[in-house]
T-cell receptor, first 114, second 109 residues
Framework: DSGVTQTPKHLITATGQRVTLRCSPRSGDLSVYWYQQSLDQGLQFLIQ???????AKGNILERFSAQQFPDLHSELNLSSLELGDSALYFCASSVSTGSQETQYFGPGTRLLVL | DAKTTQPPSMDCAEGRAANLPCNHSTISGNEYVYWYRQIHSQGPQYIIHGLKNNETNEMASLIITEDRKSSTLILPHATLRDTAVYYCIVKGNTDKLIFGTGTRLQVFP
């Protein structure tokens, strides 16, 4: 158990819908990361927040957005869902930022768009 | 961040040491080598990381060559539960982890 929690575990929805994925980082961790794992793209970095502020963006679609709240939990919002958005979404957290900061991953949310 | 190259798959007998190689010939001086593994579709699990020196923890050992262009993750006594995809990642100034395709390790009885 990494200490990172994600809800829900599974999510089934229809195309065009909007969903929110939630992540609670490990106690004391200020940085939160979101990753997407699909069959054809592998594990890809989406976005990072540090202490409530966006710090880095990766291959995140404009239909996707995220935020980190004062209590440091984070939410990833996916809108206008398409079939290709079906994937595993992982959240990770680390104490701070920098090359020596280890990221610990949550169990993921499996999203299926029908 | 430097790119890494790993063999796509490896086999290992249960109880034997599993040695997983990784090439990172373009690594820079301030970049760390990280190893994660992913069992089935679970979240990636941190194993170990290092900069220059060899490192050991309760899960594994990491051997980094003197020129830092390659490294080896060693699982000293592999068990069936070590069957997973192992990712070698070079992490530099950017915080994001760049996952390649990894090595699929199959431990057999």
């Amino acid at each position: 158990d990494s200490g990172v929690t994600q809800t829900p575990k599974h999510l089934i929805t229809a195309t065009g819908q909007r969903v929110t994925l939630r992540c609670s980082p490990r106690s004391g961790d200020l940085s939160v990361y979101w990753y997407q794992q699909s069959l054809d793209q592998g594990l890809q970095f989406l976005i990072q927040y540090y202490n409530g502020e966006e710090r880095a963006k990766g291959n995140i679609l404009e239909r996707f957005s995220a935020q980190q709240f004062p209590d440091l939990h984070s939410e990833l919002n996916l809108s206008s869902l398409e079939l290709g958005d079906s994937a595993l979404y992982f959240c990770a957290s680390s104490v701070s930022t920098g090359s020596q900061e280890t990221q610990y991953f949550g169990p993921g949310t499996r999203l299926l768009v029908l | 961040d430097a790119k890494t190259t790993q063999p796509p798959s490896m086999d290992c007998a249960e109880g034997r040491a599993a040695n997983l190689p990784c090439n990172h010939s373009t690594i820079s001086g301030n970049e760390y080598v990280y190893w994660y593994r992913q069992i089935h579709s679970q979240g990636p699990q941190y194993i170990i990381h290092g900069l220059k020196n060899n490192e050991t923890n309760e899960m594994a050992s990491l051997i980094i060559t003197e020129d830092r262009k390659s490294s080896t993750l060693i699982l000293p006594h592999a068990t069936l539960r070590d069957t997973a995809v192992y990712y070698c990642i070079v992490k530099g100034n950017t915080d994001k982890l760049i996952f390649g395709t990894g090595t699929r390790l199959q431990v057999f009885p």
